[in-house]
């Protein structure tokens, strides 16, 4: 494989950064299986809704987190597969030390 070029690794970087937050972390796996709002989101992984909004800006800039709405209800959810098996090799990783 060739070596990657500057704005590649500056990009795989910064998102790298964005799996190196907890909460960013918890709330990517209530979200693995269901599309809630932030107060449910907040109400499983026990964060205040004030930090779990914070926290889903922060996805939704990266791409990682899409969402939609009902009313006055927005309900998030994973932006694509692809962070979900970003997730899941974490997981098995993790597993495996």
Do not use: P, W
Not at 65 to 73: A, F, S
Not at 77 to 91: C, P, Q, R, T, Y
């Amino acid at each position: 494989m060739k070596l990657l070029d500057e704005d590649k690794v500056i990009d795989l970087s910064e998102l790298f950064k964005i799996f190196g937050d907890s909460t960013r972390i918890k709330i990517i796996n209530v979200l693995l299986n269901n599309e809630l709002c932030v107060n449910d989101i907040s109400e499983q992984i026990n964060v205040s809704q004030s930090a779990v909004s914070h926290q889903l800006r922060i996805l939704k800039q990266s791409k990682l987190v899409k969402y939609r709405k009902e009313g006055q209800t927005i309900y998030y959810s994973l932006a694509d597969n692809h962070v979900e098996k970003i997730f899941m090799m974490g997981v098995e990783h993790i597993d495996e030390i």
